[in-house]
Every structure is written in structure tokens, then in C-alpha cells.
């Protein structure tokens, strides 16, 4: 008996001792997986990815005044809308200088990601980059909401280098007091020789001067190239191989505009100064009451009061028909030789921009014309029109206007239109004189693409 209960207290010893060390093992153990766990999520924690840094572009456009501060008010929605894209806001001075110091950058390799900036001919040399394939592979373009007349004018060959930022056309803005004091409505100048008439009428003069004009034109080639499409003249024969700015319809037409600013002084411009000077002159003598309206772009509506002024259609010619000015898009690209990064994050800012709701509220604040058709259908759009009238007479005038003239010689005929402009409008030489000597300047230029 007493063998066997030493036996049975050895056995009762050995299994107390067996489950001490299976709870201290067990202890242990519980220890170790909370510190395995622990050193587990301090590794994970180590090579977590840190959070992912928006690609930081730049986005270079020629915009002043209420437009660039527009521009300024779309960036900053845009850096706020996500995070995967920041962009740079770089304003330049005008449209032209935007080209000037683009065209520097991309010599020193060194361009903006983005640029408000269309230039076909660069586009066919290879500076600027297709976007064809991004907008292949974004199911959100919808290419046919577009206005397809401003999308078209992106294209070369089929594929997309440049979209529409918003659309633009020149029309006529004038004071609504200066119209009643001479008993004049819009209707008594639906034709030049009508505006013609009217300015005359408005136009105050003292001592052989005048003080109040009748009217005032946009300095440079443009209005008065509105006017020769509106009579039926073109830049080039049908055919492409003849230069027509000596043709009867051009030589008229800026005769009339020489003799109306030197000889009647019914009207005047403004030229010259740093960037859109020049162009705020001129809003600023119809809005200071020293002159009674003038021609410029859509986009002007937005430094307007229009308590004050009421905007109008340009006029036809008698006999002729409706006016029919160049309405044109104005157009942004991704030049060459960004990375790839860059690209798609340009696309995702200039695809932002478009949108029906941002086109729609640039077009209220600005006056420019809205790229999406959708954007007619924009609530906020249809309210301010109702009653905002002005801005649809852009797009009613869009309607039935004529194409941007696409300067086969990278902008040599342009150019020559440009210097010959002045010569009319500045230095007064006759229209027939200025067109012939930029005919010959420009022809040269045509005949050495043959």
C-alpha cells in the first residue's frame, strides 16, 4: 500500500509539473505572437507606401483682366475637386506671347505640360502630342455632345491634338443711351452701310475734331477680315494655289474702313501697348461714354455693364445677306516630349475644364461660348440667359458664321494681312496699295510650298 501511494503521488506530481509547463509554454507563447504581431505591424507600417503625391503641372495661357481671373477661380476648383493632379496656373500677356515663350520652351525642351495655345502647323511638325489615345481610353468623352465645328478644329488627320477650351466670335456692343439720343435702334444698322449711317449720326465734333465717335473697330486685321468674308471674299482661290486679298471684296471693304476712321472720323481704334491694352482702351471709351459702341469678342461680357450697353449680331452687307464672321475655338494641347505622367495628368485638367457644368459657367461669367452643346440644357446656364439675353447672341451668330482661315504657310499670309492692316488703319494708305503689296508678299510665300 504504501508503494502504490508513493507511486500515485509521483504519477499526481509529474502531471501537475506536465500542465505547469504546458501553461507557462502556453504563456509564452501568447507573449511571443503579441510580439511577433507587434514587430509585424511595425514592418508593415515601415514599408506601407506613403501616400501618393498629385502630379504638379504647369498650364501656360494668355488671359488678363475678368478672363484671368476666371482662369485663376477654374484651377483652384479643379486642385480642390481631386487629388491626384495639382495644377499651375502660369499667365502670360496675350495669346501671342503665350506662343512666343512656348515656342522658346520647347527649343530648351523644357515646355509646360498644358497650353492655352492651338497651332496646327507646329502640330504637323510634331510639338504638340496627340490625344487620341486618352481620349480612346476615357469613356466619359463624349465626343458628340461637343460642338463639333470647335472640336474639328482640333483635328489633323483624323486625330485629336488639340480640345476646345471655349469658343469665341466678334459682335457688336453699343451704348443704349447714345442709340435713343439720336433716335436710333439696332435695326438701323444691320448692314455696314446702316452702321456707317448711325456712326455718323452719333459722332459729336468740335473745332474739327471729334470728341464722341460713332464707333470704333477692333485694332488689326480681324474685324476687317469679318467684313470681306461677310461680302463673300476669301484668302485663297478655291484651289489653294492663288492668293484673292486683292480680289474687289477685300479692296472695298478696308477702303471703307480707311475712309471711316481718317476721312469722316465717325470712327477710331486703339493699337499698340503691352498685351490687351490696346483692347481695354476701347472697352473703356464705350463704357466712359467717349464713344456710343465697337466690335470685340464674345469673351468681353464679362467686363461689361450691361445696364448700360446691349450687345448685337455684326452687321451684313446690303443686298447680301447676314453677316458672317469667323467664330472660332480657342483651343489648348499638350506639347511633345512630356513624360507620360504629365500627359494624362494635362488630359485630366483639359478634359475637367470642358465639362458640361464648367463650360456652362465659364460661358455665364466670361461671355465665351460653351463647347458642349449640353451645356444649353445646364440649369444654371438656362436661368442667367433668360435674363442675360447678351450671351446668346454669340451663339446665334456662331450659327451662321465662316471658319478660321487655316494659313497654309505657318502664318506668312497672316502676317502680311497683319502689316497691311496697320498700313489701312494707322497709316492711313489706301486699301488698294496695302492689299496689293501683301498679296505680293504672301503669294511668294504660297508658291514655295509648291
Not at 40 to 49: E, G
Not at 123 to 130: E, W
Not at 220 to 246: H, P, Q, W, Y
Not at 338 to 354: C, G, P
Request: charged share 25%; glycine share 8%.
Amino acid at each position: 500500500m504504501t508503494m502504490l501511494k508513493m507511486k500515485q503521488g509521483l504519477a499526481l506530481m509529474m502531471v501537475s509539473c506536465f500542465a505547469l509547463l504546458a501553461a507557462c509554454g502556453q504563456s509564452s507563447g501568447n507573449a511571443n505572437s503579441n510580439a511577433d504581431s507587434g514587430a509585424s505591424a511595425t514592418a508593415d507600417a515601415a514599408v506601407a507606401p506613403a501616400p501618393k503625391e498629385p502630379v504638379t503641372i504647369e498650364f501656360w495661357y494668355g488671359l488678363g483682366g475678368k478672363l484671368g481671373d476666371t482662369m485663376k477661380e477654374k484651377i483652384e476648383l479643379f486642385n480642390s475637386s481631386q487629388d491626384e493632379v495639382t495644377v499651375k496656373g502660369i499667365a502670360q500677356a496675350d495669346y501671342s506671347e503665350t506662343e512666343q515663350k512656348l515656342q522658346a520652351a520647347i527649343a530648351a525642351k523644357q515646355p509646360p505640360a498644358a497650353v492655352l495655345s492651338s497651332n496646327m502647323n507646329w502640330a504637323k511638325k510634331g510639338l504638340f502630342a496627340d490625344m487620341s489615345d486618352l481620349i480612346a481610353a476615357d469613356a466619359a468623352f463624349n465626343k458628340e455632345d461637343f460642338v463639333q465645328t470647335f472640336l474639328e478644329q482640333g483635328q489633323l488627320d483624323g486625330k485629336q491634338f488639340f480640345l476646345p477650351m471655349y469658343g469665341t466670335t466678334q459682335v457688336m456692343y453699343y451704348r443704349k443711351d447714345a442709340l435713343e439720343k439720336s433716335g436710333l435702334t439696332p435695326d438701323d444698322f444691320k448692314t455696314w452701310e446702316g452702321l456707317a449711317a448711325a456712326a455718323t449720326k452719333m459722332t459729336v465734333k468740335a473745332g474739327g475734331k471729334t470728341s464722341f465717335y460713332g464707333w470704333e473697330p477692333m485694332w488689326g486685321r480681324e474685324n476687317m477680315m469679318d467684313a470681306v468674308f461677310s461680302k463673300g471674299g476669301t484668302v485663297l482661290s478655291e484651289d489653294g494655289k492663288t492668293v484673292m486679298i486683292d480680289s474687289p471684296e477685300w479692296i472695298e471693304t478696308w477702303e471703307l474702313f480707311r475712309k471711316w476712321i481718317h476721312e469722316d472720323q465717325i470712327m477710331t481704334i486703339h493699337s499698340g501697348g503691352q498685351g490687351w491694352e490696346y483692347w481695354y482702351k476701347t472697352i473703356d471709351d464705350v463704357m466712359k461714354g467717349q464713344a456710343a459702341g465697337y466690335i470685340g469678342s464674345s469673351g468681353d461680357q464679362g467686363d461689361l455693364d450691361f445696364n448700360i450697353v446691349a450687345a448685337m449680331e455684326q452687321p451684313g452687307w446690303d443686298g447680301i445677306g447676314a453677316g458672317k464672321p469667323v467664330a472660332s475655338a480657342i483651343m489648348a494641347g499638350i506639347p511633345a516630349g512630356v513624360s507620360e505622367e504629365q500627359k494624362a495628368a494635362a488630359y485630366k485638367w483639359l478634359t475637367f475644364f470642358s465639362k458640361t457644368e464648367n463650360t456652362a459657367s465659364w460661358s455665364i461669367s466670361t461671355g465665351y461660348i460653351a463647347v458642349r452643346s449640353s451645356a444649353l440644357e445646364d440649369e444654371e446656364y438656362k436661368a442667367f440667359s433668360e435674363k442675360n439675353p447678351q450671351i446668346k447672341v454669340p451663339l446665334m451668330q456662331a450659327a451662321h458664321a465662316s471658319a478660321p482661315f487655316q494659313d497654309p504657310t505657318g502664318g506668312k499670309i497672316n502676317d502680311a494681312l497683319k502689316i497691311a492692316a496697320d498700313k489701312v488703319q494707322i497709316g492711313n494708305l489706301s486699301a488698294e496699295q496695302a492689299l496689293k503689296e501683301a498679296k505680293e508678299t504672301a503669294q511668294k510665300e504660297l508658291d514655295r510650298l509648291k
